[in-house]
């Protein structure tokens, strides 16, 4: 009944709603990731320079402050605190094997991360090293990679991915990623279990990007929420290894990497020591508490203001880097995620110059996406306006800023209601749904809607499609496949002339019936009965009318 409601709703906003302007978008992409704007690195003047832009475009698309109450009223900006952490000076890091000592350098052997325990110095010797497959602990699925290996003193070097991606088939989804493939999961896990440190054997196909991505996103400042007990999610080291130099070291300490990585597929699994290969470290880290912004601007609704849509998309990017080739050190994010910026403002001016639809409606950008979804995790769990009554998240990370496609897809396999509506909605732009093309990469849990889903808030992660009308899919996978392989994390991410919007401009139309509807509606859109999140989102269900 719920869909169908809603479906009945959405003749009133056929396709010839507000038209969506493909100049501005581009010109509102070209400013953020000018290097005048460095990357948009939290806690810098990039970030000073972003916020200032956006709070002077949701003010002159007419919108009012939806941020943190200050002396009574509301402010454009919530304030995030967050643990900042940088390397300060030279990383040694060296592998010996008992007859020699290699030395291993920074950014091209290992992507060692700055430590977010709060500790001034990483400094050890001759740390064992300990292979423990996958890393994952499922009870449910009756998994455990450990088997009781203590893991204090030592290094712990695991696999990315999940079990089964190799084959297809197995206990974690096939090919689709589980939370335990995710780097996230191999972090934690390994902080609970007190090891010294982990390091991620980085492999292009299940990690889904190169050693590029890895080394820039790992190897600038880091940041986290503020912790009580730091340690408890993090081990003193985080790191990735090449993984060449992986089966070199497992090679030097009698072991085949190839057969344990099979056997790590299975329940049998037992961890293995790398016998007489042992690592050193030693470097210092910058610890502080900074301050960031998530922004947040809101039509109030007319008719029931304390129900809130939320559309989002993550302001920030990896800011001032390690060089390219080039010489190039400002890490742009034109795509990633310039688009979903510009996408978010022109939804707000479509938004300011409507009559205000029955609930309201709040335009979130928010920080430190690329830290690891900080910004949303924050306002998740200091939320502006309650998540109890939060109708649903549209969530725009990375759009194409090309041609129109025939398709659309969401990041990650969830069912849910919002994406129900959402491909009923598509229908009217003659867009078709294409599920998540690379469920192995594991998306879901990489953008700033997962905040809001794993407390129980329909959210989606909206993606661009890949068949394109010029150019079909041949012409679609040949972009994304140059993005992801040329430009992602990279500072080559750079805006271009010859990009048309076209597809943005389209697909807007859509993503503003579908909030809309949503805002004129009083129904509540739920997960799938057999979704992960529905309990949690059941357990507010008497806050919601």
């Known amino acids: ?63 009012q402050p939806a941020g943190d109450v200050v002396k009574g009223q509301r402010s454009w900006t919530q304030d995030v605190p ?56 499922a009870p449910e699925r009756k998994w455990d990679d450990f088997k009781g290996q203590d893991l204090k003193g030592k290094l712990a070097v695991v696999l990315i991915n999940d079990p089964d991606f190799e084959t297809g088939q197995g206990e974690f989804g096939g ?53 009580k007990k ?32 099979k056997q790590a597929q299975t329940r049998d699994f037992k961890p293995a020591e790398l016998k007489g290969v042992t690592l050193s470290a030693n470097y210092a880290v910058d610890a502080q508490v900074i301050v960031s912004k998530n922004v947040a601007a809101r039509v109030v609704g007319a008719k029931a203001p304390n129900e809130t849509v939320i559309y989002s998309g993550h302001w920030d990017h990896l800011g001032v880097g390690l060089p390219d080739a080039k010489g190039d050190k400002i890490y742009n994010g034109a795509v990633d995620n310039g688009t979903g910026i510009a996408a978010l403002l022109e939804l707000a001016r479509a938004y300011g110059k409507a009559p205000a639809p029955a609930r309201s409606v709040v335009f979130l ?10 910004g949303s995790e924050y306002y998740a769990a200091n939320p502006l306006y309650p998540l109890a009554t939060t109708v649903g998240v549209i969530n725009m990370d990375a759009l194409s800023p090309d041609g129109v496609a025939r398709n659309f897809t969401i990041s990650g396999s969830a069912k849910l209601d919002l994406l129900d509506l959402l491909v009923a909605k598509a229908k009217q732009w003659n867009l078709v749904y294409a ?27 909206y993606g661009s499609g890949d068949d394109l009308v010029v150019g079909g899919l041949e012409a679609g996978h040949k972009v ?40 004129d509606s009083k129904s509540w859109p739920n997960w799938a009965k057999d979704a992960e999140f529905r309990a949690a989102r059941d357990a507010s269900a008497a806050k919601r009318k």
Do not use: C
């Open 82 to 137: 967050l643990g900042r952490f940088e390397i300060k000076g030279p990383v040694t890091l060296s592998v010996s094997d008992g007859k020699t000592v290699q030395p291993l350098k920074q950014g091209d052997d290992l992507a060692v991360r700055a430590a977010m325990t709060g500790a001034k110095l990483v400094d050890f010797k001759n740390a064992p090293l300990v292979f423990v497959g996958y890393g994952v602990t």
């Open 230 to 261: 730091p340690s408890e999610a993090h081990a003193p080291m985080e790191a990735w290894i090449q993984r060449d130099l992986a089966v070199d070291l497992f090679k030097r300490g009698g072991l085949d990497f190839e057969a344990l990585k």
């Open 365 to 374: 950008a928010v920080t430190a996406e690329e830290k690891g979804l900080l």
């Open 435 to 461: 599920p998540d093309p690379k469920p192995e990469a594991g998306h879901f849990f990489r953008s700033d809607h997962f905040p809001f889903a794993k407390r129980g808030v329909p959210a989606i992660s």
């Open 1 to 63: 009944m719920l869909v169908l409601s809603l479906m009945a709703a959405f003749a009133a906003h056929a396709a010839a709603g507000p038209e969506f302007d493909a100049k501005r978008l581009s010109h509102d992409v070209k400013v953020l990731s000018s290097d005048e704007f460095e990357g948009r690195g939290p806690n810098t003047a990039g970030e000073t320079k972003t916020v200032k832009f956006l709070i002077e475009q949701f003010k002159a698309a007419g919108l």
């Open 175 to 227: 090919k689709a990623m589980t939370y335990y493939g995710r780097w996230t999961y191999k972090y934690e896990e390994m902080a609970r279990r007190g090891a010294l440190g982990t390091i991620i054997v980085h492999e292009t196909a299940p990690a889904s990007y190169g050693w590029n991505t890895v080394k820039n996103s790992n190897t600038n400042v880091m940041y986290d929420i503020v912790r």
């Open 480 to 519: 994304e496949e140059a993005y992801v392989t040329n430009n992602y994390h990279q500072p080559s991410d750079e805006w271009s002339a010859s990009w048309t919007f076209a597809g943005m401009s389209h697909d807007l139309g859509m993503l503003y019936a579908l909030g809309r509807d949503l805002g």
